[in-house]
């Protein structure tokens, strides 16, 4: 695998050590010429000094061959430009990139550029997480899948409390895949018991939330 990541700040530099252990060959596109230079102290050849929104600086990487671009410099434009011209005007299969700040992610999404990663909505679903109040945690949205992967408590006196896995009336396009209780998870058989407390995962097409909620965590609808 070839990967290109635009941007040597922490982010890039720490995936270009990652992935080069890993063994993938790896070129890194840094624009600020200090920056650039500390890096190629401990990276040297892998990292390049130019601007990646330019064309001839991502054919001097090499972006024909490219198996995957990686789009993690500081500026949301960038970031969408570079992911844009990778994947339209050299056909790169797979690209990924950095959302520097929230407001700006369904711009990305409007735009066709998934996935793309915002460290501070990461950091909400972990403080969702860890906040039973919130009642549905959205973990994973699969994009090009047309899939969710969401988490709920399971609250007393819900339709689900006590009863079996195939006794639940889930809508059609949901399936549980696992359940975690006290603290470990096991992927549950139909005639598992979904018991107050446990943590379920739920894999489901996006637009179901509204009727999955009310069978686990009703308390929390009515909120």
Request: contains cysteine; hydrophobic residues 45%; glycine residues 8%.
């Amino acid at each position: 695998m070839y990967v290109i990541i635009a941007g040597a700040g922490k982010v890039g530099w720490n995936l270009a050590r990652e992935l080069i252990d890993k063994d993938r060959e790896v070129t890194l596109i840094e624009r600020n010429h200090d920056r650039f230079r500390v890096v190629e102290q401990e990276l040297e050849h892998v990292v390049q000094y130019g601007d990646a929104t330019e064309l001839w600086v991502l054919e001097r990487a090499g972006i024909q061959r490219a198996d995957l671009v990686i789009a993690v410099t500081g500026d949301d434009e960038d970031n969408i430009l570079i992911c844009q011209v990778a994947k339209e005007k050299y056909g790169v299969q797979r690209i990924v990139a950095r959302v520097n700040n929230p407001r700006n992610h369904q711009h990305f999404k409007m735009l066709g550029i998934q996935p793309a990663v915002s460290a501070t909505q990461l950091i909400m679903r972990l403080i969702e997480h860890e906040v039973p109040e919130h009642g549905l945690v959205q973990l994973l949205a699969l994009e090009e899948e047309h899939l969710e992967i969401i988490e709920l408590e399971v609250i007393e006196g819900s339709p689900a409390a006590g009863k079996q896995i195939e006794q639940i009336q889930l809508p059609k396009g949901s399936l549980v895949i696992s359940v975690l209780r006290s603290g470990r998870g096991f992927v549950p058989t139909p005639s598992d018991t979904v018991a107050v407390g446990d943590q379920v995962l739920l894999i489901l097409d996006p637009g179901l939330e509204s009727q999955i909620t009310p069978l686990f965590a009703p308390a929390t609808v009515a909120d």
